[in-house]
């Protein structure tokens, strides 16, 4: 009986990180464990915001270590000893050392890839580390066909493997939410995301200046923003200038414990993104029952699925879309739920993990 598979993986952020790469790299691995060809995987993150939790049997995720040269020695006198059959490497800047441990253990090299870190031509051993790799997974159609523009592996071996959405999101009463934030009739936008300097292409300053028309329109809206960073002086005085601060809020992070209500609080979710390799945010959205609308461009259209889940605006039509959707009767959610659900939950997710590692296994 053959051995089942040891798998290293090299990570930014997994068991215990936040952001939407930590949570993808910990769905991946949770659904990895459950297949009966995988034995031990062992995680080692460069960085974690918490103590790991919640781990899934046979994955071992050990203390984070932010510098890279300690990074790469810790990384390779785990793996010299074990010799692991798959080494998987989480982010493209983690390729370089990934083929290294991968070539020096005889493994099998598998490299995720995201959104914007491979929408221009990477450094020459990045590139050369991913053609070398045995399977890259790509979170999108735009993010897979932006990896071939620059990589010569064989189209088959690039595959596309979309974000999951949690159990926990689910619809519910937003009440107690927006009692608390004193929102009382008012139609609520959210926006939920790191205020980044470095990431500003997610689009809130597309909202904010559309706030006054939406009012002058006859829509009752408060505009609320979650996520904290360098970027909010920029955002409150983008609102100062277009005299829509009282209807602009800046929530600060949002507890994971809070999130699910803040989004069942809402009436429309906006990521009006204009560098999204996915947007996990939009499936958690949908699937406590939320609208949501992106902008059609980069991976945003898989998680929206072309229009058919949520909508996809062209930008100059953002100021239009909200209007219709806040025109609109609010539909019972059950349809859309049921919906993401059928393409995006637990289930759908771990049998593609499955299929497409079926060539590493």
Known sequence: MRARAHVLALVTEAFGGGGGIAQYNRDFLRALSTLPAVGQIDVLPRLAKDAPSD????????????????????????????????????HLFMAPLGVLIARLARAKLVV?????????????SQRSAVEAAELILSVSRDTRGRVLTWASNPPERCVVLPNTVGDEFTPGDGSRTRDKLGLGSQKVLLSVSRLDARQRYKGQDRVIPLIRALRDRGHDVVYLIGGSGDDQPRLEQLAQANGVLEWVRFLGDVPDGELVDLYRAADVYLMPSSGEGFGIVFLEAMACGVPAIGLALGGANDALCDGELGGAARPEDLLGSIVAQLSAPRPEPEDLVSRVRSRFGRIAFESRVARVMETCL
Request: net charge positive; charged share 20%.
């Open 55 to 90: 781990m899934p049997e046979r994955v071992a995720q050990y203390a984070p270590c932010r510098n890279k040269v300690a990074y790469a020695m810790r990384a390779l006198l785990l793996a010299l000893p074990r010799r692991p059959d798959i080494v998987f490497c989480g």
């Open 112 to 124: 995720q890839t995201h959104g914007i870190e491979v929408w221009d031509r990477p450094s020459a």
